[in-house]
Protein backbone atom coordinates (compact mmCIF):
# COMPACT_ATOMS: atom_id res chain seq x y z
CA UNK A 1 0.00 0.00 0.00
CA UNK A 2 1.29 3.53 -0.73
CA UNK A 3 0.24 4.79 2.58
CA UNK A 4 -1.74 8.13 3.31
CA UNK A 5 -1.54 10.48 0.55
CA UNK A 6 -1.56 13.99 1.00
CA UNK A 7 -1.93 16.72 -1.88
CA UNK A 8 -0.41 19.06 -2.46
CA UNK A 9 2.66 18.86 -0.39
CA UNK A 10 3.57 22.58 -0.26
CA UNK A 11 0.36 25.17 -1.36
CA UNK A 12 1.72 28.87 -1.02
CA UNK A 13 -1.48 31.04 -1.12
CA UNK A 14 -2.60 34.59 -0.93
CA UNK A 15 -4.53 35.90 2.03
CA UNK A 16 -8.32 35.69 1.31
CA UNK A 17 -7.95 32.82 -1.09
CA UNK A 18 -9.40 29.52 -0.84
CA UNK A 19 -7.24 26.90 0.07
CA UNK A 20 -8.15 22.73 -0.75
CA UNK A 21 -6.30 20.38 0.84
CA UNK A 22 -6.22 16.33 -0.02
CA UNK A 23 -6.22 13.33 1.78
CA UNK A 24 -6.10 9.27 0.66
CA UNK A 25 -6.26 7.33 3.79
CA UNK A 26 -5.09 3.99 3.41
CA UNK A 27 -7.57 1.43 1.90
CA UNK A 28 -9.86 -0.55 4.48
CA UNK A 29 -9.09 2.31 7.63
CA UNK A 30 -12.17 3.62 8.80
CA UNK A 31 -10.93 6.29 10.73
CA UNK A 32 -9.53 9.68 8.96
CA UNK A 33 -8.23 12.15 10.99
CA UNK A 34 -7.22 16.03 10.24
CA UNK A 35 -4.38 17.76 12.50
CA UNK A 36 -2.80 21.05 12.01
CA UNK A 37 0.97 21.46 14.00
CA UNK A 38 2.73 24.78 14.11
CA UNK A 39 5.61 25.60 16.47
CA UNK A 40 3.67 27.34 19.00
CA UNK A 41 0.30 24.72 19.53
CA UNK A 42 2.40 22.00 18.31
CA UNK A 43 -0.15 19.27 17.04
CA UNK A 44 -4.00 19.90 17.19
CA UNK A 45 -6.75 17.69 15.97
CA UNK A 46 -8.92 19.55 13.66
CA UNK A 47 -11.42 16.79 13.23
CA UNK A 48 -12.11 13.37 12.71
CA UNK A 49 -14.40 10.84 10.66
CA UNK A 50 -15.46 7.17 11.49
CA UNK A 51 -16.97 5.52 8.35
CA UNK A 52 -17.19 8.82 6.78
CA UNK A 53 -19.32 10.25 9.06
CA UNK A 54 -17.31 13.36 11.22
CA UNK A 55 -17.83 12.58 14.78
CA UNK A 56 -15.88 15.43 16.27
CA UNK A 57 -15.11 18.62 15.02
CA UNK A 58 -14.47 20.54 17.89
CA UNK A 59 -10.88 21.21 16.96
CA UNK A 60 -11.60 22.94 13.56
CA UNK A 61 -10.38 26.73 14.49
CA UNK A 62 -13.77 28.93 13.03
CA UNK A 63 -16.23 28.67 10.39
CA UNK A 64 -13.41 29.27 7.61
CA UNK A 65 -12.23 25.52 7.76
CA UNK A 66 -14.57 22.71 6.83
CA UNK A 67 -13.85 19.17 5.98
CA UNK A 68 -15.79 16.70 3.83
CA UNK A 69 -14.96 12.69 3.13
CA UNK A 70 -17.55 12.02 0.37
CA UNK A 71 -16.20 8.25 0.10
CA UNK A 72 -14.15 6.06 2.23
CA UNK A 73 -11.04 6.63 -0.30
CA UNK A 74 -10.83 10.51 0.07
CA UNK A 75 -11.11 13.65 2.41
CA UNK A 76 -10.85 17.11 2.00
CA UNK A 77 -9.84 20.18 3.95
CA UNK A 78 -11.05 23.63 3.12
CA UNK A 79 -10.29 26.98 4.55
CA UNK A 80 -11.97 29.95 3.00
CA UNK A 81 -11.15 32.68 3.13
CA UNK A 82 -7.56 32.25 4.56
CA UNK A 83 -5.49 34.33 6.73
CA UNK A 84 -1.62 34.27 7.29
CA UNK A 85 -2.22 32.61 10.72
CA UNK A 86 -3.12 29.54 9.26
CA UNK A 87 -0.03 29.40 7.86
CA UNK A 88 1.13 25.25 9.21
CA UNK A 89 1.94 22.36 8.50
CA UNK A 90 -1.97 20.28 8.11
CA UNK A 91 -1.50 16.24 8.77
CA UNK A 92 -4.19 13.40 7.69
CA UNK A 93 -3.87 10.52 9.41
CA UNK A 94 -6.02 7.02 8.58
CA UNK A 95 -6.43 3.99 11.31
CA UNK A 96 -8.27 1.00 11.62
CA UNK A 97 -9.11 0.48 15.16
CA UNK A 98 -9.59 -3.46 15.04
CA UNK A 99 -7.79 -3.64 18.36
CA UNK A 100 -7.35 -1.00 20.89
CA UNK A 101 -3.54 -0.72 20.31
CA UNK A 102 -3.51 0.38 16.58
CA UNK A 103 -1.54 2.28 14.82
CA UNK A 104 -2.44 5.32 13.16
CA UNK A 105 -0.44 6.65 9.86
CA UNK A 106 0.09 10.17 8.87
CA UNK A 107 0.39 11.33 5.33
CA UNK A 108 3.30 13.67 4.50
CA UNK A 109 1.48 16.65 5.23
CA UNK A 110 0.97 19.93 3.50
CA UNK A 111 2.98 22.75 4.02
CA UNK A 112 0.55 25.84 3.80
CA UNK A 113 1.88 29.36 3.65
CA UNK A 114 -0.46 32.20 3.46
CA UNK A 115 1.12 35.71 2.79
CA UNK B 1 -5.56 22.37 31.44
CA UNK B 2 -4.42 20.52 28.42
CA UNK B 3 -5.34 17.21 27.66
CA UNK B 4 -2.35 15.54 26.99
CA UNK B 5 0.92 17.88 28.82
CA UNK B 6 4.93 17.14 27.62
CA UNK B 7 7.75 18.87 28.71
CA UNK B 8 8.81 20.54 25.40
CA UNK B 9 12.97 19.86 26.33
CA UNK B 10 15.02 20.28 24.49
CA UNK B 11 16.63 17.10 26.19
CA UNK B 12 20.54 17.22 25.46
CA UNK B 13 21.64 14.04 25.85
CA UNK B 14 25.11 12.67 25.29
CA UNK B 15 25.79 9.81 23.13
CA UNK B 16 25.23 6.56 25.20
CA UNK B 17 23.64 8.20 27.71
CA UNK B 18 20.42 7.20 29.15
CA UNK B 19 17.10 9.70 28.94
CA UNK B 20 13.54 9.63 30.00
CA UNK B 21 10.61 11.98 30.29
CA UNK B 22 6.93 11.93 31.29
CA UNK B 23 3.47 12.84 29.81
CA UNK B 24 0.79 13.49 32.12
CA UNK B 25 -2.86 13.23 30.54
CA UNK B 26 -6.33 14.58 32.04
CA UNK B 27 -8.71 11.61 31.21
CA UNK B 28 -8.69 9.51 33.83
CA UNK B 29 -11.00 6.80 31.24
CA UNK B 30 -8.14 6.82 28.63
CA UNK B 31 -7.12 3.38 28.00
CA UNK B 32 -4.57 3.41 24.88
CA UNK B 33 -1.54 4.80 25.01
CA UNK B 34 1.45 5.37 22.35
CA UNK B 35 4.65 7.09 21.99
CA UNK B 36 5.14 8.79 18.43
CA UNK B 37 8.58 9.96 16.97
CA UNK B 38 8.32 12.56 14.59
CA UNK B 39 12.14 14.08 12.93
CA UNK B 40 12.35 17.75 11.60
CA UNK B 41 9.67 18.19 8.54
CA UNK B 42 8.57 14.60 9.00
CA UNK B 43 5.47 12.84 9.82
CA UNK B 44 5.22 11.87 13.16
CA UNK B 45 5.38 7.64 12.88
CA UNK B 46 4.56 5.04 15.72
CA UNK B 47 7.44 4.42 18.21
CA UNK B 48 5.48 1.96 20.15
CA UNK B 49 2.32 1.59 21.86
CA UNK B 50 1.88 1.33 25.50
CA UNK B 51 0.71 -1.77 27.81
CA UNK B 52 -0.52 -1.60 31.17
CA UNK B 53 2.62 -4.05 33.02
CA UNK B 54 4.86 -1.59 30.70
CA UNK B 55 7.08 -2.71 27.76
CA UNK B 56 10.80 -2.89 26.11
CA UNK B 57 11.37 -2.52 22.65
CA UNK B 58 15.12 -2.89 22.22
CA UNK B 59 16.52 0.25 23.68
CA UNK B 60 13.19 1.89 24.57
CA UNK B 61 11.25 0.99 27.24
CA UNK B 62 7.45 2.73 27.98
CA UNK B 63 5.56 2.59 31.34
CA UNK B 64 2.34 3.53 32.36
CA UNK B 65 1.20 4.85 35.41
CA UNK B 66 -2.91 4.60 35.83
CA UNK B 67 -2.73 6.23 39.21
CA UNK B 68 -0.95 9.11 38.45
CA UNK B 69 -2.31 9.41 34.74
CA UNK B 70 1.54 9.49 33.11
CA UNK B 71 3.30 7.60 30.81
CA UNK B 72 6.90 7.62 30.16
CA UNK B 73 9.90 6.89 27.61
CA UNK B 74 13.22 5.66 28.47
CA UNK B 75 15.69 5.39 26.06
CA UNK B 76 19.39 3.53 26.86
CA UNK B 77 22.54 3.50 25.20
CA UNK B 78 20.96 6.82 23.06
CA UNK B 79 21.80 7.24 19.61
CA UNK B 80 23.07 10.23 17.39
CA UNK B 81 20.10 8.67 15.23
CA UNK B 82 17.04 8.88 18.42
CA UNK B 83 17.61 12.67 17.69
CA UNK B 84 13.80 14.17 17.31
CA UNK B 85 10.88 15.04 19.17
CA UNK B 86 8.85 12.28 20.63
CA UNK B 87 5.18 12.71 20.97
CA UNK B 88 2.91 10.56 23.80
CA UNK B 89 -0.04 10.01 22.01
CA UNK B 90 -3.43 9.34 24.54
CA UNK B 91 -7.22 7.40 23.08
CA UNK B 92 -8.89 10.27 24.75
CA UNK B 93 -12.44 7.42 24.45
CA UNK B 94 -14.28 8.33 27.47
CA UNK B 95 -16.97 10.98 25.22
CA UNK B 96 -15.41 9.80 21.97
CA UNK B 97 -14.10 6.59 20.62
CA UNK B 98 -11.40 7.28 18.30
CA UNK B 99 -9.73 10.49 19.16
CA UNK B 100 -6.10 10.17 19.37
CA UNK B 101 -4.76 13.18 21.24
CA UNK B 102 -1.29 14.40 21.02
CA UNK B 103 1.15 16.42 23.30
CA UNK B 104 2.68 19.30 22.16
CA UNK B 105 6.33 16.73 22.11
CA UNK B 106 9.32 16.27 23.87
CA UNK B 107 12.84 17.37 21.62
CA UNK B 108 15.69 15.28 22.39
CA UNK B 109 18.95 16.34 21.10
CA UNK B 110 21.51 13.34 21.44
CA UNK B 111 25.32 14.86 21.17
CA UNK B 112 28.31 13.16 20.10
Known amino acids: DAGVIQSPRHEVTEMGQEVTLRCKPISGHDYLFWYRQTMMRGLELLIY????????DSGMPEDRFSAKMPNASFSTLKIQPSEPRDSAVYFC?????????????FGQGTRLTVV | RKEVEQDPGPFNVPEGATVAFNCTYSNSASQSFFWYRQDCRKEPKLLMSVYSSGNEDGRFTAQLNRASQYISLLIRDSKLSDSATYLCVVNMISDSWGKLQFGAGTQVVVTP
Open chain 1, 49 to 56: FNNNVPID
Open chain 1, 93 to 105: ASTSWGAVNTEAF
